[in-house]
């Protein structure tokens, strides 16, 4: 069993920057998986980002590369979420979720254990 919580989400200006933190326990941090899911009022939640504990490769959503980037400290058992030039269309919850498996995936189902999501809000 793998426990999630974020922190870092609030409100920021569009153009402004902001670092989510997830914090894990219950499992050996570096054989996880990590990735980062988002909800948007109204919409499905959708795949931001992914860490592959396997071989260290990072993936993203198209519309957030180059603005966003995913990084994991297995000392801490914290994987972050860098969100840079953030946009009202980067407004949602944003989840942590992890996976024992080696390979990355893009669909919520990919994923075994959630956080509870944190608010992001983009004010424009």
């Known amino acids: 069993q793998v426990q999630l919580v974020e922190s870092g989400g609030g409100l920021v200006q569009a153009g402004g920057s902001m670092r989510l933190s997830c914090a894990a326990s219950?499992?050996?941090?570096?054989?996880?998986?990590m990735g980062w899911f988002r909800q948007a009022p109204g919409k499905e939640r959708e795949f931001v980002a992914a860490h592959s504990w396997s071989d260290g490769n990072t993936y993203y959503l198209d519309s957030v590369k180059g603005r966003f980037a995913i990084s994991r400290d297995n000392a801490k058992n914290t994987v972050y979420l860098h969100m840079s030039s953030l946009t009202p269309e980067d407004t949602a919850v944003y989840f942590c979720?992890?996976?024992?498996?080696?390979?990355?995936?893009?669909?919520?189902?990919?994923?075994?254990?959630w956080g509870q999501g944190t608010q992001v809000t983009v004010s424009s």
């Open positions: 219950g499992r050996t941090f570096r054989s996880l998986t």
């Open positions: 979720a992890a996976s024992s498996r080696y390979y990355v995936s893009y669909v919520q189902k990919g994923y075994d254990y």
